[in-house]
């Protein structure tokens, strides 16, 4: 059986749910069990940014329910190429749209910005003076928020030789104005999207956003002493990485400096954007779906990809252009600022013969939203929006990509068995739910054990436990008394999970 921390306390989880995308509940791994990371599955073109004031460069994208409508809020901005140079002739501006469901998109006459002397469009700001022309706005959940700046969001300015992000908010998502007089954030590039949003469990504003290290090579260490970047332009020549900066606030103005987070296995690739926000059905964890940027020298091998030809095009303004690649990462955190990175991408450029396998591509979208399944009957599943098709002809796209609930990752097993211990926890509650999938043949038990030892407690053992089958988001686990755990609540016990041909992606104590 293979060993993990096994803990010296009991860990409280009260009726918390607890999802299978980190190591922290585990003490052991036993059989063919390991931790596996699940893929979303791509589906329709969300939208089409193919407006004159939207784009190829069209990008930024902030997605969110709000009181049964899903908003959608992205900068519009095309380029174009000619002798060599890039120019964006037509601007940059915040776009919005909307939707009833989260599948089915429409971008409404707002009549609220002018594009080449008509307001008949979806933009809700001239994004000119915004630098990186992103925007990414958020419904305030702080329960003391003024009525008037219920949504807030960051804006990236440059004004009076002052450069750095500015708090903003506005009453309804519309009509937007400054609630600092200058940037809150100075620290890092701040280059790509900038995010902040109330923390509930903790009872704090968070914000995360893009700077770079300097790195040494050390022999066989990939980075060796950090020196931040202090604002400026972007990566300069190999020495400087792309990473992520966090700050916290009580009041979306006065913030905390900005500090690197940290990773599991140590600094990993260059991340561009984070997307990281709380998880809606359990706020304690914080997922991550950021932008790896993998950055290679020209090669034969780089010439087979798909695209040739624009990727050259692309590789005389610079190298990187062509050569560079990009793809989506998952994490999680349970403080905000330690995390754990899955090495293996979360979105892969897949199977394609265009628009997926060049720098620009495969950016997840910000915020995770539940949408309905396309088979009848079935649970409501997560959307998320990835952009393809970056610097493509006049128009980049908006792919929605599916999971399940809670599906991100999970303990996998296979017909021949395999089993997940925990550290010794606590709960509240008087029953034990389960979200997971099995096989014809497959089956999930769960079987109850004392603190510090492999016995089980009288009545929950594994022979005691009614097998799960099929395929379920909230099975709740029976034993041959019943499904009643509700004496064992705060007394200190291990959960045994024995799994055949199963995925566990989650469980939590409830009182039903």
Known sequence: MASMNEGSFPIDIGSRLELMVDDYLAARLGGGARRSLNRPVPGEIALHLDAPWEGNASGGFTVFEDGGRYRMYYRGQNFEYSSGKLSSPRGKCICYAESADGIHWERPELGLVAFEGSKKNNIVMDGEEILNGMFSPFRDGNPTCAADARYK?????????????????????????ALSEGPVITKGLLDTQNL?????????????????????????????????????????????GRDIFTATSSDFVNWTDSVFVNYNAGRPSELYTNQIRPYYRAPHLFLGFPTRYVERAWSESLEELPELAHRRMRAE??????????????????????????????????LRPRDNWTYGDNFQNWGIVTTPSAISGAPDELSLYVREGYWRDEASSLRRYTIRVDGFASVQAPLSGGELVTKPVTFAGNRLRVNFSASAAGSVKVEILRDQMDTPVA???????????????ERVVRWSGGPDVGSLQGVPVRLRFVLQDADLYSFQFVEL
Not at 327 to 345: A, C, K, Q, T, V
């Open 153 to 177: 969001a960051f804006v990236l300015m440059e004004r009076g030789g002052a450069r750095g992000l500015w708090a903003y908010g506005s009453p309804d998502g519309f009509a937007w104005s």
């Open 196 to 240: 902040g949003f109330w923390d509930e469990a903790r009872g704090e504003y968070r914000a995360y956003h893009r700077n770079e290290f300097r790195r040494e090579r050390t022999g066989e260490e990939p980075y060796g002493s950090l020196e931040v970047g202090e604002g400026g332009g972007g990566l300069r020549g190999s020495r400087y």
């Open 317 to 350: 303004i610079s190298e990187r252009y062509g050569a560079a690649l990009t793809d989506g990462m998952f994490m999680s955190s349970r403080d905000g600022y330690n995390f754990n990175l899955w090495p293996e991408s979360f979105i892969r450029p897949g």
């Open 459 to 473: 009545g929950f053992g594994l022979d005691d436990c009614v097998e799960l089958l099929g395929d379920d988001l």
